[in-house]
């Protein structure tokens, strides 16, 4: 295939695996990069040393291009994205911040540098600091979509941007890759799909419910982790939907948050509650989420895990390898054209 | 062109006119079905000689097939459904109801049934009754859509249909055309795009503001009519969502719709409060919404007014007539169609 992101980042097919905590690892990244995708280790749930372990494993299993996240918002992000510009990693894709100083860093050895984006205005911005291009997810996409869906924010970013576009939501299949491109996309990124692979470590008892649910699944509210998310639709979230927020597990969980990221605590709590009530509240509402995440995807905790995933979890059915899958996605993708060419003569 | 819904209802291209109130009157489903596609009046507002008058009008506008809809969940819905089975007319788009009577009576004479629907269940149902197809509407469509987006509904329907799904939601251009038929759709309905043009009726102030208006702009919520209704995101609909339910007002409306129904009033009322409560409340909720899309639509009244629209809104940048743009649209998918060849090899 050839489109302005197998060209701009040198790799066989437009697929990204998207950066999910505790799923991107070093294992799914390479594999995702050496079927001709590109791979994107998620950071988020590492400190430093941890981060620069896993881009070192990843370039020992793989030779091809690779990216790494950077989601700016989450406490100890700052020096894991220092790590990604000392160890060149070859893309980077942040989120929730502003990007603007990675974009001046990885250029410098030739780095690309996706923004993840939910809206023109910041998608604008980044272009004007020099990003290679952006992300785009849409309303049904796993965990942080905003209101507006796949089918409408591709064609109105590819309108306003010269950088190319890549959608991520609601894409599971070569019929969701075809029409991404279709609609102005150069590439897509795909999370929920790749969360059940051979390959992803996602806890079966997970694994086992995104075969099994449909695509009317998925719960998305503030209440998981403090802003707009997406998760499957199970006993525990529908539970974790009408709870209030729970100051005392914030406490016991932004320890652990702090223990994995091997931050002072003390400085942590403090700096915290220095910025406002509001921020302290959002940091404690993700810090909940952020447990719940994990024991959903390590442990498989039906009763307290809360899940990521995006409506495309109703449009999956096995569970093949990395490889059998981007092939496939390929195939289907080529057959849909063949379908689209035969229907518009 | 040729899909399963051209060769089904003999039009030269899958696209049809949502049959929106006020909107889709004869000249507009004239104007589409001269254009090629499928034009489909809105019979929400009309009394059965209305509606017997408007189809006999289409008739003599047009040579080419039409629909009708029927809004079944409507005060008189039934009334002017039976208008349509006795005037014959090439196709009659149900939905928020069992339409099984409507597809036993329409297949006597060659007619063909469309179901709109939100979900499979829906879909399913509609199929072993007999409907020739439905219409998936995604979250991102004007006024009644589900949680479910263009982009997942689509695929998901068409892998458990035998018969064809028509996309709507969140197409405005012929990217979105060819998107939806990659996803699996043999065509597409549009309401947001046709509102905006020449031989719409609708009033040129909110013409105007859908033109200015960006894919960010519309407001979802069961406020505005008391089920989930997207809406153009305006000072009138912010006031709107933040309303408790006007009773009062309802009472007045709802003397408004049976007035324009000619439905006997007092009948009307009694009916509807020995339904009980919460049927009540819902039937309150739409005579507010009914007024206030009338007023937004027919007085173009920016203050009272609530424009049902589509995030689509935000891919409309001119007011061209419906024939240019039908062409327009299929020009484009063919273009979107040679860009994916390329791509795709």
């Known amino acids: 295939m050839k489109t302005r992101i197998t060209e701009l980042l040198g790799i066989r097919y437009p697929i990204f695996l998207s950066g999910m905590s505790w799923i991107s690892v070093p294992m799914m990244v390479a594999a995702v990069s050496n079927a001709g995708g590109l791979g994107i280790l998620a950071t988020g749930p590492m400190d430093p040393e941890e981060t620069r372990k896993a881009i070192r494993e990843i370039r020992s299993l793989t030779d091809k291009p690779f990216g790494c996240n950077a989601t700016l918002l989450m406490p100890g992000a700052m020096a894991n994205a220092k790590v990604l510009l000392q160890e060149q990693v070859p893309v980077i894709n942040f989120a929730l911040g502003k990007g603007d100083w990675l974009v001046r860093e990885a250029h410098k050895y030739g780095g690309k540098v996706f923004a993840t984006v939910v809206n023109a205005r910041h998608a604008r911005r980044a272009q004007d600091y020099g990003a290679d291009g952006v992300i785009a997810t849409g309303n049904e996409a796993a965990a942080h979509g905003e209101a507006v869906t796949t089918m409408v924010l591709v064609p109105s970013l590819a309108d306003v941007l010269d950088i190319p576009v890549v959608a991520a939501g609601g894409i599971a299949d070569g019929r969701g890759l075809a029409a991404a491109l279709a609609l102005g996309a150069e590439g897509v990124a795909m999370g929920t799909r790749f969360m059940t692979t051979r390959e992803s470590p996602l806890h079966r008892n997970y694994k086992a419910l995104s075969i099994q649910m449909g695509v009317t699944d998925t719960l998305y509210s503030k209440r998981f982790d403090g802003i707009w998310c997406r998760v499957l639709k199970t006993e525990a979230a529908e539970k974790a939907l009408k709870r209030r927020i729970d100051l005392l597990a914030a406490f ?44 959903a995807t390590e442990e498989g905790d039906l009763n307290r895990g809360l899940l990521p995933v995006g409506q495309a979890t109703g449009l999956i059915h096995d569970e093949p390898t990395v490889a059998e899958l981007v092939e496939r996605i390929v195939a289907e993708a080529r057959q849909a054209r063949e379908g689209l060419a035969a229907r518009l003569d």
Do not use: C, E, H, T
């Open 252 to 295: 016991v969980n932004s320890r652990d948050v702090a223990r994995q990221m091997k931050m002072p605590y003390g400085k942590l709590l403090i700096g915290i509650l220095a910025s406002g009530w509001g921020n302290a509240m959002k940091m404690a509402n993700m810090a909940n989420g952020f447990k719940a995440f994990q024991l």
